[in-house]
């Protein structure tokens, strides 16, 4: 069963990865591309060999022959195109964050129930093959029980605070916050993914120079896992030159991860991840290839649609992820450990 997608938002995220490995994606027709600009989205189509170019989003839901979207515009426009799409009956894959607050959220969940289509949020590092790896040997009790876990995401570029106006990085209606929840929900999602344990408690250090918005660049953050380990995940847009270590200690092993995230490496030797696995036996190290994320994340969205499964990050956990963001965000603006599930609504 072939799923037609129309793509929103043909901006940089699209260019680099999205659309292209779209391309490659069984079951998958990338139909048509979203962008305001029609020049522009026939330059996009021309391309990656998209056969419609639509200049707004009403367009693309009112094509029968279009099954479900892809969104990759700024955040803030997630949720208004998730109702939409609902209302209109396509299935929609959401790039993350899923929405700009857990109340909005719950009302983009609801909504796609009442049409029954599938929703999805894009956290691309589950499908990554060192991340699969470490979490089928730390469930198989291969490391024994996980005490500590460690994830820094360091971005490979110098990225300043984005000037009042020059993009919609700076507008708080359209940007959900800032490094903690944008590059650092990858870190404790990844965290909490591998090691079979949801982030229950927070407390959080930044460089914010706001609290409301939070205008964060660098971060470090403590996580309470349900099954007693701590994580400590860390992310910076100020820090180029740092390393990706990403280190999980059990009571029997422990297991490095090289060049994690490597997507976010720009190339490179850098770009090829490794797992070690470190024991009573010794230390054996495995390199492992970077995985097309995006690819394997819109092939699990249309077994889901197709019935077989569920979307790989499920708007629950794209719910319980912004939960985390807001108790994060708590936790810094009141300087104290947050509970989680004090920001997580019930589900209608
Ligand atoms: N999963 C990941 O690791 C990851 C990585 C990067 C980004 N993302 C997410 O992907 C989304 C897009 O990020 P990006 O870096 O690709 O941003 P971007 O380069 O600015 O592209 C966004 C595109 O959305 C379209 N758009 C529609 N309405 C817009 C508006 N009012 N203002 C600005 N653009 C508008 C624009 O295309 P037209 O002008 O042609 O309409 C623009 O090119 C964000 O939600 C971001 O958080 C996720």
């Known amino acids: 069963m072939t799923i037609r997608w129309a793509l929103l938002g043909p901006g940089r995220h699209a260019n680099w990865f999205v659309a292209p490995q779209m391309k490659k994606a069984t079951d998958t027709e990338l139909a048509a591309v979203v962008s305001r600009d029609r020049a522009r989205g026939k330059a996009f189509a021309e391309k990656y060999g998209i056969p419609a170019v639509y200049t707004s989003v009403d367009e693309a839901l009112n094509d029968r022959t279009i099954d479900a979207i892809y969104d990759a515009t700024p955040d803030g426009l997630h949720v208004p195109h998730i109702l939409a799409a609902a209302a209109a009956g396509k299935h929609i894959l959401v790039e993350k964050p899923l929405a700009m607050s857990v109340r909005e959220c719950v009302d983009a969940i609801a909504a796609?129930?009442?049409?029954?289509?599938?929703?999805?949020?894009?956290?691309?590092?589950?499908?990554?093959?060192?991340?699969?790896?470490?979490?089928?040997?730390?469930?198989?009790?291969?490391?024994?029980?996980?005490?500590?876990?460690?994830?820094?995401?360091?971005?490979?570029?110098?990225?300043?605070?984005?000037?009042?106006?020059?993009?919609?990085?700076?507008?708080?209606?359209?940007?959900?916050?800032?490094?903690?929840?944008?590059?650092?929900?990858?870190?404790?999602?990844?965290l909490a993914y591998i090691v079979g344990q949801q982030v229950e408690e927070v407390s959080i250090f930044t460089d914010a120079t706001r609290d409301e918005p939070p205008d964060d660049q660098v971060c470090g953050m403590i996580l309470k896992l349900s099954q007693g380990a701590i994580g400590y995940a860390a992310a910076s847009f100020a820090t180029p030159f740092a390393r990706?270590?990403?280190?999980?200690?059990?009571?029997?092993?422990?297991?490095?991860?090289?060049?994690?995230?490597?997507?976010?490496?720009?190339?490179?030797?850098?770009?090829?991840?490794?797992?070690?696995?470190?024991?009573?036996?010794?230390?054996?190290?495995?390199?492992?290839?970077?995985?097309?994320?995006?690819?394997?994340?819109?092939?699990?969205?249309?077994?889901?649609?197709?019935?077989?499964?569920?979307?790989?990050?499920?708007?629950?956990?794209?719910?319980?992820?912004?939960?985390?963001?807001?108790?994060?965000y708590s936790a810094m603006q009141n300087r104290r450990v947050t509970r989680v599930a004090d920001f997580l609504p019930p589900l209608p």
């Open 244 to 328: 990706r270590p990403f280190e999980i200690h059990g009571t029997k092993g422990t297991l490095v991860i090289e060049n994690s995230f490597a997507y976010l490496s720009g190339g490179g030797p850098e770009a090829t991840p490794s797992l070690t696995l470190v024991n009573e036996a010794g230390s054996n190290t495995r390199p492992m290839p970077a995985s097309e994320c995006f690819r394997l994340e819109v092939e699990q969205f249309n077994r889901a649609i197709a019935g077989d499964g569920e979307p790989t990050t499920p708007a629950a956990d794209g719910l319980r992820i912004l939960a985390i963001g807001a108790a994060l």
């Open 112 to 190: 796609c129930r009442k049409h029954g289509v599938k929703l999805g949020v894009v956290f691309n590092q589950r499908h990554e093959a060192v991340h699969q790896e470490a979490r089928r040997m730390v469930s198989e009790g291969a490391i024994g029980e996980v005490k500590l876990v460690h994830v820094p995401i360091p971005l490979r570029a110098l990225l300043p605070r984005p000037a009042p106006g020059s993009s919609w990085r700076a507008d708080p209606a359209m940007r959900y916050g800032g490094i903690a929840v944008s590059i650092g929900d990858h870190a404790h999602d990844t």
